[in-house]
């Protein structure tokens, strides 16, 4: 595993090419598969010491971390359903990460639910990608914590693929990422969002 200075380096490597951001996808346990995540994941620690590093190189190149520890801001909302995965069968998924955390043991959603279309079965599969809206099939956040959040209007919900990896259906709570821990109430708002790149990048 790369030790926290290595990014600094990277930083510098890509201002020096004229990269125009620097994505951080993932260095935390999400995405590390189930049997794996333990001996890959960064701790807390190293990921703070990640972004103390290069937070300095912020004025010259964007930087993306993705699902660093979050203390206080609201999460982003999800891209699923705007970039999509194909899968050798012909399988379109609204996202890559939310169709493999619905094969984890444990799930409560089928992958099957993930699937827009099909590119060698449907001669319809391009209205049916251009219609598909995530939100017209899922509703994130539909839970008591979120419910009575004081972030609730500002916050995203983060992503579901962690959601439903954590056991939970989908309207659970991104907890990796949610800033409200077994506290009542929430910090004050602050409208920069945690763990995806922005729109557009
Ligand atoms: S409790 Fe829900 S609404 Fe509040 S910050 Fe966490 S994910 Fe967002």
Not at 23 to 41: A, T, Y
Not at 71 to 81: H, W
Not at 167 to 183: L, M
Not at 193 to 198: A, D, F, R, S
Request: hydrophobic fraction near 30%; glycine fraction near 8%; charge should be negative.
């Amino acid at each position: 595993m790369a030790d926290a200075q290595e990014y600094s380096e990277i930083c510098e490597f890509a201002i020096e090419n004229g990269a125009k951001y620097v994505l951080m996808n993932p260095l935390s346990s999400f995405g590390r598969g189930s049997r794996s995540k333990q001996r890959l994941e960064s701790p807390d620690e190293i990921m703070r010491k990640v972004e103390q590093n290069t937070h300095a190189y912020g004025n010259k190149i964007e930087l993306v971390p993705i699902r660093f520890p979050n203390e206080d801001k609201p999460l982003s909302p999800c891209q699923a359903g705007n970039i999509l995965y194909v899968f050798p069968n012909g399988n379109v998924s609204a996202c890559a990460y939310i169709s493999f955390a619905a094969e984890n043991p444990g799930s409560q959603h089928s992958p099957q639910e993930f699937i827009i279309g099909n590119i060698l079965e449907d001669d319809d599969v391009v209205s049916k990608v251009v219609d598909y809206s995530f939100d017209d099939y899922f509703t994130q956040g539909d839970n008591p914590k979120c419910n009575s959040c004081g972030l609730n209007s500002l916050c995203g919900k983060g992503c579901p693929a962690a959601t439903i990896t954590s056991g939970q259906k989908i309207t659970g709570v991104d907890t990796g990422q949610c800033p409200i821990k077994n506290s009542s109430s929430a910090p004050p708002p602050n409208t920069e969002w945690i763990c995806y790149p922005k729109q557009g990048t």
